[in-house]
């Protein structure tokens, strides 16, 4: 009989040397501004994702990325992938196409004037009669109250020798007054103006307005034309800020709920601590796989990370309950027996079912990562990953930290146990 819980040291060894370089370059993230350790995709930093594909098939990020370096992106980070299309990140760009800019209309202010300036017709209309101008001269005195100094000027003058000039003056200057007030009115729609063009949004269609149409454009009349475009998004740092707490509070507070669960159904508050440390072995063991691929490779964490993950802990958490309630039925079972026989007894019986669960998945994670295709490949490595090290911990971290410290507890507590059968440990 294999003896797992005797090699535990071992076993303890090789998951402090796969999680110590995780954890490396896990904190070389903050400490590198993000040059090295876990690299984020737009979901949690912000910015803009297009996918898009030239015509020309030996275009290379490389070209694509010096080409946008000369049009004010030097950061931007360009992956070809395996169908030829780039998937290009840049800063938060504005996708909405330019808004033609509004005529300024600077008489519009005096429209509520004209209403006051009525209340000062009676001056107005009083000079007309009392010089006798003709009536299409008297009609205009109230349109000519957008002037300000003109009201002034027409009330101000007591002689009835000056109101015909005064009448007679404003006849002249109203008439381009009178008509550019109209154009306020109908501004919506100025002539010659371009027809507002619709948000490209997350669409097929390569844009030709705004910052992104100005780059665009720039591309294709250095590499060629555009042939096709898969995506276009942008998140803004608010957005992306809200989903770093979420994912946050969703990892812990599934971890504490099965933390509670674990230790309500088997009375045991060490099988709850003991499985949720075999949680944050395989949380690390995968976060800390990424930041090397990220340091090394650029690959990113996106939003189906967090699902992965969740998804890792629950299927690690499956197999170290049955481990668990194995070992609570032989402990009932096998009163009196060292508790290390005991463990490792339930180990031996549920081996052979865990790994032949977790090959099944394993097999079937493999072949998507293969042949899945690129939008899914991050999410798939996170599963595949997680899988792998969330069988291990069950079986060779979990049950040997719930002997070692079942052990420490006899040994305070002076309650002496039967030494372990050396036929049992050596078969």
């Known amino acids: 009989m294999f003896d797992v819980i005797g090699k535990k040291r071992w076993f303890f060894a090789f998951s402090l040397l796969i999680t110590i370089p995780g954890l490396i370059f896990i904190l070389l993230t903050p400490i590198s501004g993000g040059e090295a350790g876990l690299k984020f995709s737009i979901d949690y930093t912000g910015g803009t994702t297009w996918s898009i594909k030239f015509a020309d098939a030996t275009v290379t990020a490389d070209d694509v990325r010096a080409e946008l370096a000369t049009v004010g992106q030097p950061d931007a980070v360009v992956t070809k992938t395996g169908k030829g299309f780039f998937d290009i990140r840049l800063s938060k760009l504005d996708l909405r196409g330019v808004e033609p800019t509004p005529t300024p209309v600077p008489t519009v202010v005096p429209t509520p004037t004209a209403a006051a300036s009525s209340s000062a017709s009676p001056a107005a209309s009083a000079s007309p009669a009392a010089t006798g101008s003709p009536g299409p001269s008297a009609t205009p005195a109230p349109t ?50 371009p027809a507002p063009t619709p948000i490209p949004g997350s669409n097929t269609q390569v844009p030709t307005t705004g910052e992104i149409g100005r780059i665009a454009t720039a591309l294709q009349a250095a590499l060629g034309p555009i042939s096709e475009q898969a995506s276009l998004s942008s998140i803004g740092a608010v957005v992306s800020s809200d989903l770093i707490n979420q994912a946050i509070i969703l990892i812990l507070v599934g971890s504490l709920g099965i933390l509670g669960w674990i230790t309500l159904r088997f009375r045991d508050v060490k099988m709850g601590v003991t499985a949720l440390v075999a949680l944050l072995h395989d949380v690390i063991v995968v976060l800390g796989v990424f930041a090397i691929l990220g340091t ?58 865990s790994i032949t669960t977790s090959f099944t998945v394993v097999l079937t994670l493999t072949a998507l990562l293969l042949f ?56």
Not at 156 to 184: I, K, L, N, R, V
């Open 144 to 193: 000519a109250s957008p002037a300000p100094t003109a009201s002034p000027e027409a009330s101000a003058s007591p002689p009835p020798s000056e109101s015909p000039t005064a009448s007679a003056s404003p006849a002249p200057s109203e008439s381009p007054t009178a008509s550019a007030s109209p154009a306020p009115s109908g501004s919506p729609a100025p002539s010659g103006s």
């Open 296 to 353: 090394l490779f650029n690959v990113e964490i996106d939003g189906l990370f967090v699902t992965a993950m969740l998804t890792v802990i629950g299927f690690s958490v499956h197999d170290t309950i049955v481990v668990f309630d194995r070992i609570r039925e032989n402990r009932a079972r096998h009163a009196g027996e060292p508790f290390a026989e005991i463990v490792n007894h339930s180990l031996l019986q549920t081996f052979g079912r």
């Open 372 to 427: 899945g295709g690129s939008a899914t490949e991050e999410f798939v490595l996170a599963l595949l990953i997680g899988i792998v090290s969330g069988t291990y911990s069950s079986i060779f971290n979990a049950s040997p930290l719930l002997v070692v410290w079942q052990e420490w507890e006899d040994r305070r507590h002076g309650r002496l146990t039967a030494p372990r059968s050396p036929r049992r440990a050596s078969a």
